[in-house]
């Protein structure tokens, strides 16, 4: 049996009736996960929800636990996990506002752990990653903006920083030289460890501001604030369209 879930990054706390939900404390061999797993009930169907940053937003991208997050979910049988983060837009199609399906990965992260079997390795658990991202999640994913009418690239470089400061000009030409569309700070390890476990696992990006120095003003909190707003409202009728289709 399939079992769904959400990871959400910057704007996204929760998905359903916050008083019908039944919160779960799973203690890893990895250490916590970011918060506590909340089960919700959507239109009959039980969807896990899990805040990345913690129910706080209080941790950082490079102190996320994501052994612990991703071991967490698949200790209560999650299957499927859509990844749904902010990213700044490199490519001029990767406005503010816009989604982003991405289908490739490159990984500028450093000292996280990187893999479950870091103390217990074999040649046999080398995953293949050749495609990071599962293609039937993903096509979930357009389908159900496409129905909705929303702007969605349906495909995309995902480069992950390692944050938690934003990028330098000259980071972000070297990026997108490198054949990247956008840039976040969590789509590594994540994506990886999903892997891993055998967890089918996508992402949906939105895109809440142009890359460092690729407009005429810095990078603002308050504009960024105001876009996630309105583009997470969008992902959650996505979400909500995905769980009933589930
Ligand atoms: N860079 C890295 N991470 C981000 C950005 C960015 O411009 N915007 C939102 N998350």
């Not at 990871?7 to 404390?25: E, P």
């Not at 506590?36 to 929800?49: C, P, Q, S, W, Y």
């Not at 495609?131 to 129905?147: C, F, G």
């Not at 994540?190 to 460092?212: G, K, M, T």
Request: hydrophobic share 40%; net charge neutral; proline share 4%.
């Amino acid at each position: 049996m399939s079992k769904l879930a959400v990871i959400g990054g910057t704007g996204l706390s929760g998905l359903g009736d916050q008083n019908r939900n039944n919160r779960q404390v799973i203690e890893t061999p990895f250490g916590l996960p970011s918060g506590a797993l909340v089960e919700t009930i959507i239109n009959g169907k039980n969807i896990v929800f899990l805040p990345r940053h913690g129910e706080k937003h209080t941790i950082a991208p490079h102190r996320i636990n994501y052994r612990a997050n991703i071991w967490a979910l698949q200790a209560l049988g999650v299957t499927h996990i859509i990844s749904v983060a902010a990213v700044g837009g490199i490519t001029p199609d990767t406005m503010p506002g816009y989604l982003v399906c991405p289908d490739q990965i490159i990984d500028y992260t450093y000292g996280r752990e990187q893999s479950f079997f870091s103390d217990d390795f074999s040649a046999a658990k080398h995953i293949d990653f050749t495609y990071p991202y599962n293609q039937e999640l993903r096509e979930k994913i357009m389908t159900a903006s496409k129905k909705r009418g929303l702007d969605l690239i349906d495909r995309g470089v995902y480069g992950t920083t390692q944050g938690p400061r934003l990028e330098s000009g000259a980071e972000i030409i070297k990026m997108a030289k490198d054949g990247c569309t956008i840039v976040g700070m969590t789509g590594m390890p994540e994506a990886a460890l999903a892997r891993e476990l055998n967890i089918h696992y996508a992402c949906c990006a939105l895109v809440v501001n142009r890359a460092a120095g690729l407009s005429d003003s810095l990078i603002s909190m308050s504009e960024v604030e105001k876009i996630v707003k309105v583009g997470m409202s969008d992902v959650k009728l996505i979400l909500r369209d995905i769980i009933e289709e589930y």
